[in-house]
């Protein structure tokens, strides 16, 4: 029997990432090539026209998972029935502003938009936070939403998480899905700790461990690292825009893996909202190691930390309570 049609909330569909995004939702990569989609689809009004664009080129596309396609600018339209809602809307920075002003414009994006989803989304939503700064929306999201269940909200780390990956096969001269759990530790910025301590390649004697494939701690502890941190910056230097396709795909891994589940022995980074799990503070929404299972993420516990990890967990955690503190003066 065919599956009931899932309602994806797409905002900022008629951005740069929604336009990579929507048309892989409608192929079946984020939900599975068996689950029929309707896309919901929110923009702003002076975004309006290419929003119908988008729809446009949906309905020409003619995906057959694809059900119907809600594009609008009204925010209880758009949040109405979602069962699955990524946000990607908001406002980057541009020339001349401060942190303090796309902090300020987006937080208050974040804040009412909890409320539509709170009250017309479908009961058990997932949500993925996308838009920058992405943690502290996805933050904003949830205090504003009390009603939404905390596990429901998330942020994407998983773009940085691929990011690793792709370092390390580069770097090793292997298939990307061969290397698997790297971490992805704290907040989505410049702060964040990409760390290979638990990660490791398959390889024809075995599993190995990164650190000793690669066997130069130097580059793993340095290079590495800033590589990651700053790729979000290079593809902006490079493309005069953000990470828009790799974004979209990311965000689709993330929800896939969420609702379908991990694979056995694998793991994932997900920003979620810390239990104090490795002594992150609680009240952040922090970037995991996490296993899906039945559609609920679990932090991956008992790893160890060492000093040089400790500090970079530390240190990425105490950049996201000052963000939460900019965030409610924003807001006040
Ligand atoms: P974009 O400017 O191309 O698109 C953003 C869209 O959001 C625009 O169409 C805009 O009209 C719309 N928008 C603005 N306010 C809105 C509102 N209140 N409701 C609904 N829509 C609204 O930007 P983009 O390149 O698509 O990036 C979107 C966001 O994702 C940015 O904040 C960017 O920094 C962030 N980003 C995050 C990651 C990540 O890994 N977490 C990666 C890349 C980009
Ligand atoms: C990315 O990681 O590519 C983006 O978050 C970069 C940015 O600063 O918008």
Redesign the pocket.
């Known amino acids: 029997m065919a599956k009931e049609p899932v309602r994806v909330l797409v905002t900022g569909a008629a951005g740069q990432i929604g336009y990579a995004l929507v048309p892989m939702i409608a192929r079946g990569v984020m939900l599975g090539a068996d689950q029929p989609v309707i896309l919901h689809m929110l923009d702003i009004p002076p975004a309006a026209e290419a929003l119908n664009g988008v729809k446009m080129e949906l309905v020409d596309a003619a995906f057959p998972l694809l059900k119907g396609v809600v594009a609008t600018t009204d925010v209880v339209e758009a949040c109405t029935g979602v069962n699955i809602a990524v946000m990607v809307g908001g406002f980057?920075?541009k020339e001349g502003m401060e942190r303090k002003d796309v902090m300020s414009k987006n937080v208050s994006i974040y804040k009412s938009q909890a409320s539509a989803l709170e009250k017309h989304a479908a009961a058990n939503c997932k949500v993925l936070v996308v838009a920058?700064p992405?943690n502290t929306n996805a933050l904003i999201l949830k205090e504003f939403a009390p009603s939404i269940p905390e596990k429901n909200i998330t942020c994407l780390t998983r773009?940085?998480h691929n990011r690793a990956l792709g370092q390390i096969s580069e770097r090793l001269n292997v298939q990307v899905s061969d290397v698997k759990n790297v971490i992805i530790w704290g907040n989505?910025s410049s702060t964040q700790y990409p760390d290979v301590n638990h990660a490791s390649v398959k390889t024809p004697a075995g599993e190995k461990p990164v650190r000793e494939l690669v066997a130069d701690d130097e580059w793993l502890n340095g290079e590495f690292i800033t590589t990651v941190q700053q790729?979000?910056?290079a593809?902006?230097k490079a493309r005069k825009f953000?990470?828009a396709l790799?974004?979209a795909s990311s965000a689709c891994d993330h929800i896939r893996d969420w609702v379908l589940g991990t694979p056995e022995g694998t793991w994932v980074s997900m920003g979620v909202y810390s239990d104090g799990s490795y002594n992150v503070p609680t009240g952040l929404i922090y970037s995991f190691p996490v296993t899906c299972k039945n559609g609920e993420w679990s932090i991956v516990q008992g790893l160890s930390i060492d000093e040089l990890s400790r500090k970079k967990l530390d240190l990425t955690a105490q950049e996201l309570s000052e963000e939460k503190a900019l965030a409610y003066s924003c807001l006040s």
Do not use: E, K
């Open positions: 980057p920075r920058n992405a773009l940085d989505h790729r979000g910056a593809i902006i953000s990470s790799s974004a």
